[in-house]
């Protein structure tokens, strides 16, 4: 199965995105801040992580770099989110960019695209 981290520190937004996920058959693990995502990656290997840019302890950019530096995190997709930030001010590294508010149907097509480039279905 599939396994997405969700990074946010909006508890609405990550239950949303948990709940819309996990109806598509993903699995997820949820995390607050750049920091829980860090403690969550001792202990699991996801297939991506979504994160939101703007977070109360650093900001998803410094963390993605942060994952960059690690041999074994570098490889893992990050998609990033944002309501105030643009996408050509990011990482060119990420794997994806969503603005915020997003469309759900969105949000699985960069998912699914991010996940799978080949086209094959996802979970």
């Known amino acids: 199965m599939t396994l997405v981290l969700v990074v946010d520190d909006e508890p609405l937004i990550r239950d949303l995105i948990e709940a819309v996920l996990v109806d598509e058959g993903y699995h997820v693990q949820v995390a607050a801040s750049g920091q829980g995502l860090l403690k969550l990656l001792r202990t699991t290997d996801p297939d991506l992580i979504l994160m939101d840019v703007m977070m109360p302890d650093g900001n998803g950019q410094e963390t993605f770099r942060d994952l960059q530096g690690d041999s ?5 997709p990050v998609v990033m989110m944002s309501a105030g930030v643009a996408a050509h001010s990011l990482d060119p590294g990420i794997a994806g960019f ?6 759900l149907a969105l949000l699985l097509a960069v998912i699914d695209r991010t996940i799978r480039p080949d086209g094959e279905g996802h979970a």
């Not at 074994?72 to 893992?76: K, Q, S, T, V």
């Not at 969503?98 to 469309?103: A, C, G, Q, R, S």
Request: aromatic fraction near 10%; proline fraction near 18%.
């Open 98 to 103: 969503l603005p915020k508010p997003f469309d």
């Open 72 to 76: 074994r995190l570098r490889g893992i």
